[in-house]
Every structure is written in structure tokens, then in C-alpha cells.
């Protein structure tokens, strides 16, 4: 039983093209999160939300567009990528009595 | 910046050993927590020490909150090789519903066998 899911582990794609990754949880948990962690290991959060509301929206270019369809459910869609973006893009997700989170294991997003 | 930074950046030690990371902040917590990650997989929540907690034990963790010096240590004791990994500890500054973590750039252990 897998707690929190991400599809596709990798993806390899080319410089403008768009690409989504999709995530879901089944520990009922009320809040979800994208995480950007780059070649040193450095995890930044990029967005969160909590019950389908967006909540945390960091400096993250326009280009990264998060949709949560219901609140177990967090994609993320991105448009035009760039040779940038490739990092490993986790999902997690927590109840918000500021409880651990639970990850993903992660996409692995390769531009080239 | 907020970020946890953890000490050392990498350590290596024999099985049977202990290990000991630490972690600083800079501005005022809710809680601390620490998470290892194994290489190619996600982050796997370890414990949660609350701010006004000074230790907590799970198993052969033990971690200690010292919010005087915005510093936090993770010890793991009677290290095995299947300890080997990275080791980050996050941090919760957060107000209200902006629940976040703020994650440092995390210590790489080794253990030899």
C-alpha cells in the first residue's frame, strides 16, 4: 500500500516542451506539497495546499502551474520547460497539526 | 534565510559506532524534525522534537533541542550499514495555515562495514 504516489519516477524530455507529474496520497492527510530538490540536495517548497486551496505559493516562475482536483490528489503541470528545471520533484503531504510529512519518492525531471 | 544548516556536510564511520549531526537555525521554531533519505528515494520522516521539548528516543535516535542556541543534534547509536544516508533536519517557523517545512542541505553518512 503505497502512502504517497508519483508518477512518472522519471522523465526525460526536451527543452519547451510541457510536462506534468501527478501525485496522490491515501493516508487522508488535508495537506499537500511540491518540493524542488536540486543537484546539492537542497530542498526548496514550492507550493502547498490544504483541502484543494492553495496556501504557500513560493517565488516559483508562472511557468509551474500546480492543480489539486480534490484533496488527495496534488499535479503539477509545466509548460515550456527549461534546461533549469531539472531537479527531483517531490510530492508529500501531512495533516496540518504541523505533523511530519510523508514523500513521495520522487520524479526525476531531466531537460535536455 | 530560515535554512537549517546541517554539521557535517558528510561523516564516515565503522559499524558499531555512534553518530553525531547537528543542525542551526536561525529564527524561532515550532518544532524540528529529521528525516533521512536513502540514495534515489524519497525522504522518510525519522522524529519530531517540539519546541519546548528538550530530547526525544526512537529506538537508536535520540535528538536534543537546545532553542537558546537554535541548534539541534541527531545521535545514532550502534551505527549499521543500512544507516547509510543522507540526514536532514527541517525546521517549522510557520504561522497559522502556512504549515512548512524548511529543509537544510543535509548530512551524508556513511557507515563501513
Known amino acids: 500500500d503505497t502512502a504517497v504516489s508519483q508518477t512518472p519516477k522519471y522523465l526525460v524530455t526536451q527543452m519547451g516542451n510541457d510536462k506534468s507529474i501527478k501525485c496522490e496520497q491515501n493516508?487522508?492527510?488535508?495537506?499537500m506539497y511540491w518540493y524542488k530538490q536540486d543537484s546539492k540536495k537542497f530542498l526548496k517548497i514550492m507550493f502547498s495546499?490544504?483541502?484543494?486551496?492553495?496556501?504557500i505559493n513560493e517565488t516559483v516562475p508562472n511557468r509551474f502551474s500546480p492543480k489539486s482536483p480534490d484533496k488527495a490528489h496534488l499535479n503539477l503541470h509545466i509548460n515550456s520547460l527549461e534546461l533549469g528545471d531539472s531537479a527531483v520533484y517531490f510530492c508529500?503531504?501531512?495533516?496540518?497539526?504541523?505533523?511530519?510529512?510523508?514523500f513521495g519518492s520522487g520524479t526525476r525531471l531531466t531537460v535536455v | 534565510s530560515q535554512q537549517g544548516e546541517e554539521d557535517p556536510q558528510a561523516l564516515s564511520i565503522q559499524e558499531g559506532e555512534n553518530a553525531t549531526m547537528n543542525c542551526s537555525y536561525k529564527?524561532?521554531?515550532?518544532?524540528l524534525q529529521w528525516y533521512r533519505q536513502n540514495s534515489g528515494r524519497g525522504l522518510v520522516h525519522l522524529i519530531l522534537?517540539?519546541?519546548?521539548?528538550r530530547e526525544k528516543h526512537s529506538g537508536r535516535l535520540r535528538v536534543t533541542l537546545d532553542t537558546s542556541k537554535k541548534s539541534s543534534s541527531l545521535l545514532i547509536t550502534a551505527s549499521r550499514a543500512a544507516d547509510t544516508a543522507s540526514y536532514f533536519c527541517?525546521?517549522?517557523?510557520?504561522?497559522?495555515?502556512?504549515?512548512?517545512?524548511?529543509f537544510g542541505k543535509g548530512t551524508l553518512l556513511t557507515v563501513n562495514p
Open positions: 508529500a503531504s501531512s495533516l496540518l497539526d504541523r505533523a511530519g510529512y510523508t
Open positions: 493516508l487522508g492527510h488535508d495537506t
Open positions: 495546499y490544504n483541502n484543494k486551496e492553495l496556501i
Open positions: 529564527t524561532s521554531i515550532n518544532n
Open positions: 522534537i517540539r519546541s519546548n521539548e
Open positions: 527541517a525546521t517549522d517557523h510557520s504561522g497559522g495555515s502556512n504549515y512548512k517545512l524548511t
